[in-house]
């Protein structure tokens, strides 16, 4: 590995591992995942590395970035100086506060590890079928997921996000799993969903709405039974109460309102209510559009199809007759 942004992708892969697996939260800042790097740097043109300095006190897998850049730096600039010397075998540790590495103990030679051989550890000899059983064992881990969302035709946005935790991931296969568009689950998932468990700070497995519910969300929307606006009002509800997307459209009487003649008759009267507006757009003011599209969702509540909406409005604004 050649920089602190590498080393730290490669242990945030680790902890993707280990909490795919199950063995561990990985959670750094309890102590679940603890990560020590090595940093030696060498002029271009020397085959050996320089010698090896450790750095400890990573709680974070930033830290691990900006440690190893600021100690690839330090050493880099004691070689230019002809100070190689001052790079010595060393335990150091990362200060966060002033964004540096200082000296924890030095290392004179291995007897400091105190490396040694264990004569009462007994061999451990595992069999290919073994290994075998182990292996085909194993759940979907994440570079095998993030492939098959890709195949799906997810952008990388979407498949990092996805399939950085497993919770998330069991949540969006469980909601595709009843036929939801792919990419308008990862949409809600990425959007409106994630928004609200950063904001009451629960994760996926705690919020009231279920992979089900969300299906038919989407569904209910695209299928034009509700409006967009009316969906994210829905699942507001349903993350923070639970319910059913049915139960709520039926309950709050908000069925999309695609009956030509009555989106007619509104917009008929908010363009008799607003003959002002009416001149100046049939003026040139045409951005006055979204003035009287506005007008006409809140006479319906929100309920209007906004496409049907739209035809209709367009046709009464341009009709001068």
């Not at 897998?61 to 100070?83: C, K, P, T, W």
């Not at 002033?98 to 400091?112: I, W, Y």
């Not at 098959?148 to 035709?153: P, T």
Request: hydrophobic share 35%.
């Amino acid at each position: 590995m050649r920089s602190g942004i590498e080393a730290a992708e490669y242990a945030a892969e680790l902890q993707r591992l280990v909490r795919y697996l199950g063995v561990s939260n990985g959670n750094m800042q309890e102590g679940s995942l603890r990560c020590d790097v090595n940093v030696s740097v060498r002029p271009i043109g020397q085959s050996e590395f320089g010698t090896k300095v450790e750095v400890k006190n990573l709680n974070s897998f930033s830290s691990m970035n900006r440690a190893i850049d600021y100690e690839i730096s330090r050493q880099v600039a004691l070689h230019s100086q002809g100070q190689c010397d001052q790079i010595v075998q060393e335990t150091r540790l990362w200060e966060e506060g002033a964004q540096r590495t200082v000296t924890m103990r030095k290392k004179e030679g291995l007897s400091d590890y105190r490396y040694f051989p264990e004569p009462d550890l007994p061999e451990v000899i595992l069999s290919q079928e073994y290994v075998d059983n182990i292996r085909n064992s194993l759940p979907e881990l994440p570079e095998k997921k993030r492939r098959r969302y890709e195949k799906m035709g997810l952008s990388m946005q979407d498949v990092l996000f996805l399939a950085n935790d497993l919770n998330v991931a069991a949540f969006f296969d469980a909601t595709i799993g009843k036929d939801a568009d792919v990419k308008l689950a990862a949409n809600w998932i990425m959007g409106d969903i994630a928004a609200y468990m950063k904001n009451e700070r629960v994760s996926v497995d705690e919020i009231k709405l279920t992979p089900e519910e969300l299906a038919e969300l989407i569904s209910s929307i695209k299928g034009g039974t509700i409006s967009g606006k009316i969906g994210k009002e829905i699942l507001f509800e349903l993350m923070s109460k639970g319910g059913t997307v049915k139960g709520l459209i039926e309950e709050k009487d908000l069925v999309q309102i695609v009956d030509p003649v009555e989106v007619e008759k509104m917009v008929d009267k908010v363009l008799s209510e607003n003959p002002k507006q009416l001149q100046q757009y049939r003026g040139g003011k045409t951005k006055l559009q979204g003035f009287f599209a506005g007008q006409v969702m809140k006479a319906s509540k929100g309920k209007a199809n906004p496409a049907l909406l739209n035809k209709i409005l367009l046709e009464k604004l341009n009709d001068k007759s």
